[in-house]
């Protein structure tokens, strides 16, 4: 996978120009002298136009033919990798200006700057060899750079504070603050060219802590032997999900899925997968590895075969389609009847769709009405049916809890047609709750679909609706009377809040009126009579 010529050449002339301005910031901090200033305020220009010709020549090789992913993530390692070689001369250069509007050099300590510079220039030296030899060793030392002028920053830091009491020379150190603060923003910059390095050796755009937590949690692995990662998803979170290759204690290679982000959330997922399997075994992928770092985490889970229902019921065949509903309303009823409690539940739908309404509204303003008069009919506003519903919901429970997935999006349900077999993921959520929860976002997780041709909206409309029929079988003959009740007030949440997601003007319009009218409907039936009400699903779900 060899580099465009270019891209090597102009970064080769752009580190050895890195060289040579940091060992002239050296010789600045060591014997301070405007004429070593001015020589290296004067290469602005050089290492500037090398770092943009070496990002000219990624951008023409990632335009070039067509180039495999492996190519294109390492042209954007390298044009990462050159953008912060050209800040760390802007930080040098600054560094320096702030230091000679000094009346006072003594009081910059000056010496002080010498060591963690020659750092930086070590660190920057590094940079060709982990290039080459993707030696990830190598990248993570240039990452711990940042913690290394982190701990210069906060010493000197405290040096200054304490000379600027009781002085009348505030405006020297004032300078000299702004100086150590652009040598400490080094570190940023370093561990900007670290997290490219480690991004191209394992295939995958990585954070810095999250490559330690991923070397922590991958036991199979040795320890001297590169991951190499494959993208799978992203989550809105700011989860990462890749999938993994590793060695078993037998020494065969099989496939596993890391999940890392937001300690608190990778937590929630490990307590929803090992409950799930003490709940119902074999639906949740096993659990191979959990590892914590800091305010991050990281699971490493089984790799589950089969896709996802997203992917079936956009481009599965109708037989495919048929067996996949059949399995899933199977695995779902059959969960309902063994895991139910006579626990009575409240979803408080309206409360969840109040707490997300401020994020629809920040991406579709125009909805974020008051109440309105036409033609002598008041309109109430989307906030003013809300609360109403809310009254509502407040003295409908249902008469008994399951345990539910919690996300149940279609994404989050795989079906595996070898084995014939239905498996939940993303299981952060999971609880005992009213199974209507879970109804109502699958059912609407099929609508928002962006998809527009009209036999895949009919089929997405069927998937819904058989949802539906198969749910309000389960609320008969368990003699639940609010379900459909409960369902609207489920399924308006839903179509309210999925629009925070949906950019379509056109779609989320198409939403949010379903939503108010799903309210509406819901609040016009009298109360003490919502045990009748019944909602036209096949024309909601229909476009």
Not at 217 to 224: A, E, F, I, N, P
Request: charged fraction near 30%; glycine fraction near 6%.
């Amino acid at each position: 996978m060899a580099l465009p010529d270019a891209v090597e050449e102009n970064m080769s002339f752009l580190l050895a120009e890195l060289d040579g301005q940091l060992s002239r910031l050296t010789d600045y901090f060591e014997a301070p002298d405007t004429d070593t200033a001015l020589s290296l305020v004067q290469r602005a220009g050089y290492s500037t136009n090398l770092s943009a010709r070496v990002r000219k020549a990624c951008l023409a090789g990632m335009m070039r033919g067509k180039p495999g992913e492996a190519l294109k993530l390492r042209l954007q390692g390298i044009d990462t990798i050159a953008r912060n070689l050209d800040l760390l001369s802007r930080l040098g250069r600054r560094a320096v200006e702030h230091a000679e509007r000094t009346e006072r050099p003594k009081l910059l300590r000056t010496d002080a700057y010498v060591a963690p510079v020659k750092r930086v220039r070590k660190r920057v030296a590094c940079i060709s060899e982990a290039m080459e030899a993707r030696n990830s060793k190598l990248a993570v030392e240039i990452g711990q750079s940042r913690a290394e002028l982190g701990e210069f920053h906060d010493r000197l830091f405290r040096t200054y504070t304490r000379d600027m009491h009781g002085t009348k020379h505030t405006e020297d150190l004032a300078h000299g603050l702004l100086t150590l603060n652009e040598i400490h923003r080094m570190g940023e910059a370093l561990l900007a060219i670290s997290e490219a390095l480690l991004s191209i050796n394992i295939g995958q755009p990585v954070q810095f802590e999250r490559y330690f937590t991923l070397r922590s949690v991958l036991d199979g692995v040795k320890r001297d032997e590169e991951v190499k990662l494959q993208p799978l998803a992203e989550t809105r979170s700011g989860s990462a999900i890749s999938s993994v290759n590793l060695r078993n204690a037998k020494g065969e290679t099989v496939a596993a899925v890391f999940k890392d982000g937001e300690r608190r959330k990778v937590k929630e997922e490990r307590v929803g997968v090992k409950s799930w399997n003490s709940v119902y075994p074999g639906l949740a992928p096993e659990i191979l590895s959990y590892e914590r770092r800091g305010k991050s985490a990281a699971l490493l889970i089984e790799h589950l075969e089969g896709e996802t229902f997203e992917d079936i019921v956009l481009g599965g065949s109708d037989d495919a389609m048929a067996e996949a509903q059949k399995a899933l309303h199977k695995t779902v009823a059959d969960i309902w009847c063994q895991t139910r409690t006579d626990e009575p539940a409240e979803m408080k739908a309206m409360e969840q769709l109040s707490k997300r309404i401020k994020d629809v509204y920040r991406l579709h303003r125009r909805y974020a009405r008051s109440t309105q008069t036409v033609n002598g009919v008041t309109i109430d506003s989307l906030d003013q049916l809300i609360i109403a519903a809310a009254q509502r919901e407040a003295r409908i429970i249902a008469p008994f809890s399951v345990y539910i997935h919690g996300d149940f999006n279609l994404d989050n349900v795989i079906y595996d047609s070898v084995a014939r077999k239905i498996r939940f993921i993303d299981l952060h959520r999971s609880r005992y709750m009213d199974y209507v929860q879970d109804v109502s976002v699958f059912m609407v997780s099929n609508y928002r679909l962006q998809v527009l041709d009209s036999a895949t909206r009919a089929r997405i409309a069927t998937v819904a609706t058989e949802m539906h029929g198969m749910s309000a079988k389960f609320a008969r003959r368990n003699k639940d009377q609010t379900f459909e009740y409960r369902l609207a007030l489920g399924l308006a949440r839903s179509f309210a809040s999925s629009t925070r997601f949906v950019v379509d003007q056109d779609h989320a319009r198409r939403m949010i009126l379903r939503a108010r009218y799903v309210l509406e409907s819901a609040l016009a039936v009298p109360e003490g009579r919502e045990a009748r009400f019944k909602l036209p699903i096949r024309m909601l779900f229909s476009d």
